[in-house]
């Protein structure tokens, strides 16, 4: 297995792998799966900032992504960010997600953001416990803000340091700058 930043190439696997989360959970809030030139523009949309990593086996076919994205279009979130992973059904329990999400984190502590927020649609026991492992501490609920499949979802925010708190903060490094994989 072999980790690496996604590339446009990778948004219908990357799609694949993301549909059936959209539509037979509610652990993504969308209600229509993006197609592959969607995803095409949201790795593309992280412009050089926000990192999208995928763990391929050694024939090519990925198996999960890792991404970030701003936490929220004010200028002064910009030192956060919100991270998320995916991983194909036949991939799960098999600790690539955990080293996928695991090189995402490294790669924001070196570009020099200064928190990670994850956003986990409750319950998900998996998820919970996958985020605690990687330091995350629970920070709020969001309670009954989705209504998916028939019922009313909370989400619970998770929150990484990942750098420290300086004054003024200096500003993120482009992925270029840090990613040598």
Same mark, same amino acid.
């Given at each position: 297995?072999? +980790?690496?930043?996604?590339? @446009?190439? &990778?948004?219908?696997?990357?799609? /694949? ?17 993006? &197609?592959?030139?969607? !995803? ?14 995928? @763990?391929? *086996? ?7 992504? $890792?991404? $970030? /994205? ?5 200028? @002064? ?9 995916? !991983?194909? *059904? ?48 629970? $920070? ?8 998916? +499949?028939?019922?009313?979802? /909370? ?9 420290? !708190? /300086? ?15």
């Amino acid at each position: 297995m072999r +980790l690496r930043l996604a590339t @446009a190439e &990778d948004a219908a696997a990357i799609a /694949s792998i993301y549909a059936p989360y959209v539509t037979g959970t509610a652990v993504s809030f969308e209600i229509d799966p993006p &197609d592959a030139a969607a !995803m095409r523009q949201r790795v593309a949309g992280g412009g050089g900032r926000y990192p999208w990593f995928v @763990a391929c *086996e050694a024939g090519g076919a990925v198996l999960g992504y $890792a991404a $970030a /994205s701003a936490f929220r279009n004010r200028p @002064a979130y910009r030192f956060t960010v919100e991270t998320s992973v995916y !991983m194909a *059904e036949d991939a799960i329990g098999r600790g690539i997600g955990r080293r996928l999400y695991l090189t995402l984190l490294e790669t924001l502590e070196a570009q020099g953001f200064a928190q990670a927020i994850g956003a986990i649609t409750l319950p998900n026991p998996a998820s919970v416990a996958l985020h605690g492992a990687l330091g995350f501490t629970q $920070a709020g609920t969001y309670r009954q803000v989705g209504y998916k +499949l028939g019922a009313w979802h /909370s989400v619970g925010l998770w929150q990484r340091p990942l750098a420290s !708190m /300086s004054s003024p903060p200096a500003e993120p490094r482009p992925v270029a700058e840090v990613w040598r994989g």
